[in-house]
């Protein structure tokens, strides 16, 4: 029933941008924080963004990465500008409730910064 899909990753050279979606259902959207996290081969789990009423980022993505949300059509966005090689990863969108009761991930979307 719960359901959070990312969508808009891709392959980018370095200096271009992307917009990465995540359209979420069958839970109350205005009820939960959003965030972006990535992993990259060989590396744990980073969170990149979130925001609930107010946004935060990760010091590597601060003044290139935008997160925002439009609770109407429950989805959060997070544009990359800039990118760079180091921004490689499966890129995953998640809802966290604001007392962590509940806690949803999406699949995954691959962003690949190469030349």
């Known amino acids: 029933q719960v359901q959070l899909v990312e969508s808009g990753g891709g392959l980018v050279q370095p200096g271009g941008s992307l917009r990465l979606s995540c359209t979420a259902s069958?839970?109350?959207?205005?009820?939960?924080?959003m965030r972006w996290y990535r992993q990259a081969p060989g590396k744990e789990r980073e969170l990149v963004a979130s925001?609930?009423?107010?946004?935060n980022y990760a010091d590597s993505v601060k003044g290139r990465f935008t997160v925002s949300r439009d609770n109407a059509k429950n989805t959060v966005y997070l544009q990359m500008n800039s990118l760079k090689p180091e921004d490689t990863a499966v890129y995953y969108c998640?809802?966290?409730?604001?007392?962590?009761?509940?806690?949803?991930w999406g699949q995954g979307t691959q962003v690949t910064v190469a030349s």
């Open positions: 998640s809802a966290v409730l604001w007392d962590y009761t509940s806690t949803y």
């Open positions: 069958g839970f109350t959207f205005s009820a939960y924080s």
């Open positions: 925001i609930s009423s107010s946004t």
